[in-house]
């Protein structure tokens, strides 16, 4: 059973969003990490970009396959997290926490949350 | 949908299953570097029951294998298996596989699940006399690797075959934890040492049960498809599918200690005149030298971005620590130390052409 905190909210593409103040962070969650297995590669390639949501940000590389990641809003990459470059094990080990990818600061910060699932949709989907 | 015997056993050990060639196969159970660390260091099983298996018999067999594979027939000795491979008429690869001498006058090919029926096709096709028997066995035959240095104590106190003093591509057939007629071979696709198991389906349980007895220290875990593929490639063994199909040559792929020219096979012309004229492309390890990870599909170039060819398999290696792939470039670059690049969706990571296998 994978973890599924109830205060972030979750996209169709297994990313999970947490609102901190005016930026909100990106990560995958714990089903997908599962779901990958062994993360090796990090690649994240579009900081300080602009980008409309459902775009591709970056790839996440486990030992046997690569998966894109997908801005759940539009935003601009304002930070993707360094830790990952040496230690992307961390995603399978700490998905919401030390896991974290990027951060972003919305194009519309009024439009946060409306076009993503809460914790009881994300798990009905999963399941 | 088909099922191995020991479906329900991987279910139980909580495995991440996949389709594969039909089979519902597991993928891995605790997580794919472990699983591969463990077959380096200490031993894992894994369930290879999705194999094909058919038995050739009757006084013409030999020739006729000698017609239908690349290697050398005549030189396989009662109690020996052998590497080889099928081709067809323009020497491009029907399928590799494992042939072994059973007695004078049978054989049994092992050969990839995905080819079972194409194989079977081939062999029926070119088999002209009705006194050799082709009996395809592979529903009721399950299939166990054993592999890494602790192979040999987790499978030598459930029988009196000598396992210890086996050699290499070598089998015996006789009593293993109580059941009769299992073949046991010191091989496998790993490189790790170790052994493959063949018996009949309905001994799975037993069999399964008997290994699962191995002493803690030996350090005996199950081993998924996902590990098995990390641990071949390092060895860069070839996956049928991949790296090696009917659109490439044994030549080509680095298969030429499998295929003897001076025996008389279909799709010998064409290597002939491959081999005379030179191939125009190799199969080579590279190593990519920054961040990123070649995939099977991604293209080679040179530093001017021309095409030199085709990412077959790739992967990050657990003992290494690398991206290591196996690719097919054309033949000036394929010398070791050469460099080339690898297009990774918009960035071109270099890499260069690295002696295989990558883990010696």
Known sequence: MSELPKDLHYTLEHEWVKKEDDLIKIGITDFAQGELGDIVYVDIDTLDQELEAGEVFGTVEAVKTVSDLFMPIAGTVVEINEKLEDEPELVNSDPYGEGWIILVKPTDPQDFASKLLTAEQYQSKIS | ?360
């Open chain 2, 1 to 360: 949908m088909k099922f191995t015997p020991f479906y329900e056993m991987h279910v139980n050990l909580g495995a991440k299953m996949l389709e594969f060639a039909g089979f519902q196969m597991p993928m891995s159970y605790r997580g794919v570097k472990i699983e591969h660390h463990n077959v380096r260091n200490n031993v894992g099983v894994f369930d290879v029951s999705h194999m094909g298996q058919f038995i050739v018999r009757g006084p013409k067999s030999g020739e006729f294998l000698e017609a239908v594979t690349t290697n050398n027939v005549a030189k396989l000795e009662k109690g020996q298996a052998q590497y080889t491979c099928m081709t067809n008429e323009n020497g491009g690869i029907i399928d590799d596989l494992l042939l072994y001498h059973l007695l004078d006058g049978a054989y049994m090919l092992v050969v990839n699940a995905s080819n079972i029926e194409k194989d079977l096709n081939w062999l029926k096709q070119h088999k002209e006399s009705d006194e050799i028997e082709l009996i395809d066995i592979s529903a009721k035959t399950a299939m166990l690797a054993v592999q890494g240095p602790n192979a040999l104590q987790v499978l030598a106190p459930h029988t009196d075959m000598d396992l210890e003093n086996m050699s290499y591509y070598h089998f015996d057939k006789g009593i293993f934890a109580g059941q009769d007629k299992v073949l046991v071979s010191a091989t496998g696709y790993t490189g790790a040492g170790g052994f493959e198991l063949y018996f009949a389906s309905s001994k799975s349980e037993t069999i399964w049960n008997a290994i699962w007895e191995s002493d803690e220290k030996w350090g005996l875990q199950a081993a998924g498809l996902a590990a098995r593929d990390t641990l071949r490639l390092e060895k860069a063994y070839c996956l049928y599918g991949n790296d090696i199909d009917e659109s490439t040559s044994p030549l080509e792929a680095g298969l030429a200690w499998i295929t003897d020219l001076k025996t008389d096979f279909i799709g010998r012309e064409m290597l002939l005149k491959q081999k005379s004229s030179g191939v125009a492309r190799r199969l080579v390890g590279l190593e990519l030298l920054e961040k990123g990870i070649a995939r099977k599909g991604y293209e080679v170039l040179d530093e001017s971005g021309q095409v030199l060819g085709q990412v077959t398999s790739g992967t990050m290696s657990p003992s290494l620590n690398k991206a290591i792939a196996l690719a097919y470039v054309n033949k000036p670059y394929s010398r070791v130390d050469s460099r080339v690049w690898v297009q990774i969706r918009n960035k071109r990571v270099p890499a260069k052409v690295v002696k295989r296998p990558f883990v010696s």
